[in-house]
């Protein structure tokens, strides 16, 4: 009777907290959402410039989330570009080829970087582009290669511990299995373990993508401006939807501004939405290809 009462009262307890969290999220969203649909509109992206030229880069837009918009999504691609094939190929060694005392010493200092907080991150990535100003070319300033690359470092390590939990947690069977037909430990790798941990792996990219895509920290002091225009160059100044709401919930004149702010919220929840289901595509696909390999 005491175990089935602590049972129940366990039960009732996680359904408690599980609604709590549901009600959090959809409280922040609805909020985001009855704030800021109202401003959500042509002229809040492209301003006065026609959509079609803007999005042909025929003329900059001026006072429209557009090159914001856009500044985000680079951002958030090649971030995500320079941090993936590190960070797997860093939890394929940690998981498959590290000794125990490399594999323990690495997953701690991985576990603290993951705690840093990304103003440090970004600190360190304005010092980096001080350094290479003074030392290599005066031509280098903050920009949309130096932000990528900080926001790379910044998420490496969720990249890394994810896939290397994810290949170590798979059963003792799926491990031996193609080895004892005859398969490498390179082919039993990139054949069985990678594709049957791939849903673990992508949880960890969407957690990676979704940090990109809203610091604000690390942009501020590595590239990120107000009125930069879209990006021309990796070498070039750029816009961040982060960094504008940021500066429109802080530097707001008028109550209009302010609605544009919640708008530009509501935009870069609905990207960030988009590259989230982008990934979880992947993912399904992966799953419903799996069995029918083996």
């Not at 549901?22 to 006065?48: C, H, N, P, Q, R």
Request: charged fraction near 10%; aromatic fraction near 14%.
């Amino acid at each position: 009777m005491a175990n089935n009462c602590w049972d129940k009262m366990l039960k009732i307890f996680s359904w408690i907290c599980t609604f709590l969290l549901v009600t959090a999220v959809f409280m922040v969203i609805g909020f985001l959402v009855v704030k800021g649909y109202k401003a959500v509109s042509l002229e809040l992206i492209f301003a006065d410039t026609r959509p079609f030229d803007a999005l042909l880069l025929k003329r900059q837009v001026f006072g429209g989330l557009f090159p914001a918009m856009a500044g985000t999504v680079s951002l958030v691609v090649l971030s995500m570009g320079f941090a993936l094939p590190l960070g797997l190929a860093s939890g394929i060694f940690l998981a498959e080829y590290a000794p125990f005392r490399v594999k323990w010493f690495f997953s701690l200092l991985f576990d603290i970087l993951a705690g840093i907080p990304s103003i440090v991150v970004g600190l360190f990535g304005f010092s980096i582009t001080i350094f290479l100003h003074h030392f290599f070319s005066e031509q280098i300033f903050p920009c949309l290669l130096i932000a990528s690359l900080s926001l790379s470092f910044l998420v490496l390590p969720y990249i890394i511990r994810t896939t290397q939990m994810s290949l170590e947690s798979l059963p003792l069977q799926v491990r031996l299995t193609a080895p004892c037909l005859g398969a490498t430990k390179l082919e039993n790798i990139f054949l069985v373990l990678l594709p049957s941990s791939m849903s673990g792996i992508i949880s960890g990219i969407v957690l990676a993508i979704g940090r990109c895509a809203e610091d604000t920290a690390v942009i501020m002091l590595t590239g990120a401006v107000a009125t930069a225009g879209v990006p021309k160059s990796i070498f070039s100044s750029f816009e961040a939807l982060p960094f504008y709401i940021y500066y429109m919930a802080s530097e707001y004149a008028d109550h209009s501004e302010l609605m544009q702010g919640y708008g530009a919220a509501l935009i870069l929840l609905i990207i960030s939405a988009g590259l989230f289901g982008v990934s979880y595509g992947i993912k399904n696909r992966f799953a419903t290809k799996i069995p029918n390999r083996f």
